[in-house]
């Protein structure tokens, strides 16, 4: 199988590719443990493969629509966080749970957003748009906001990581638009395999990030069985809660993307922040631990829901098609 095949092929069946590395990444430590160091080349390539689902006339057309943008973005990185704190205020939960789903809901929108919106259908120009801006963002707003509303101090340096994160997108995005310069016509040609890009990204990461995971699951089976199922609830939840918000506004389709960034969050870089705050704090951090499971297994449980309910058009990935039966396309030459 060639690789514009194979990626293709990762392509059309994202979701299910997703969930099988979680489980591969579960049942076998040495995988995750070799997959682990690559996660910042993963980071780098399913962002690569995001970009390329973005054609131009659609990272436009979302980013003329100012109104609805700037009410996402404000909605995903303020509203999110705030409406967690009022519902936990009213909940009562436990006090270690109650922290767990705050740093959760304060995290910036996940990194593969874009990607998993790519493979949903849904609308991967305004995916990327509330993705990139609000983890930019981040390191600056992220250490005030948590110390006021979960007591935590995050490690963070806002210029030197807000200087990273940048190299990363900017990496990205740079390296699409060379290779639409280059080999645009291909890239047009080919969505499936452009979201197949973003998925080889995204399977790497599901496998590493079960690095230790079995161990802790088994240390304690029933107390991670059910912050498991609180992790599935908050983040299935807070989809839900996004995409009806904005369903009276926007398009079924960016409603259903606004809930698709509301649910999934940058877990990976809060956990990270907030490192030294979680070091005597064993169930807040497998919380936020176990909290990657519906990141990665969620798509394939409502990638048929979604089908049924998004609404054909251009705003479904940025790119003219995204069909399983488009036929692949050999590269053609600058």
Not at 148 to 173: K, W
Request: aromatic content about 6%.
């Amino acid at each position: 199988m060639s690789a514009g095949r194979l990626l293709a092929f990762a392509g059309r069946n994202g979701p299910g590719l997703l969930c099988g590395g979680v489980l591969i990444g579960l049942v076998a430590p040495p995988l995750a443990e070799l997959a682990r160091p690559l996660m910042g080349v993963a980071v780098f390539v399913f962002t690569l493969g995001a970009f390329l689902k973005v054609d131009g006339p659609a990272f436009r057309a979302e980013a003329a629509d100012r109104a609805g943008l700037l009410a996402a973005l404000a909605w995903a990185t303020f509203g999110v966080p705030l409406l967690a704190f009022g519902l936990l205020l009213l909940a009562r939960p436990s006090h270690d749970v109650a922290q767990g789903l705050l740093l959760t809901a304060l995290a910036p929108p996940v990194g593969s957003a874009a990607a998993i919106a790519a493979m949903l259908g849904l609308s991967a120009p305004l995916a990327l748009l509330a993705t990139v801006v609000a983890t930019l963002a981040s390191p600056f707003y992220l250490p005030p906001l948590a110390a006021a509303l979960t007591g935590a101090e995050l490690a963070i340096e806002p210029v030197a990581l807000a200087g990273r994160l940048g190299l990363i997108v900017g990496g990205a995005a740079g390296a699409a638009i060379l290779l639409r310069r280059f080999a645009g016509g291909w890239v047009a040609g080919n969505p499936n395999a452009m979201t197949g890009v973003a998925v080889l990204g995204l399977l790497l990461v599901a496998v590493g990030a079960m690095r230790g995971m079995r161990d802790e699951i088994l240390e304690a089976p029933l107390q991670a069985a059910l912050l498991l199922g609180v992790a599935f609830l908050a983040n299935a939840g807070f989809q839900l809660v996004g995409a009806l918000l904005f369903s009276g506004v926007m398009e079924r389709t960016r409603a259903l993307t606004v809930g698709l960034v509301s649910g999934n969050r940058n877990i990976t870089l809060i956990w990270s922040a907030a490192a030294p705050f979680l070091a005597d704090r064993p169930v807040v951090e497998l919380l936020l631990a176990l909290g990657v499971f519906p990141i990665f297994m969620l798509p394939v449980m409502t990638r048929r829901l979604l089908a049924a309910l998004v609404e054909p058009g251009p705003a479904a990935a940025g790119t003219a098609r995204t069909d399983a039966s488009t036929p692949l396309q050999e590269p053609t030459k600058p």
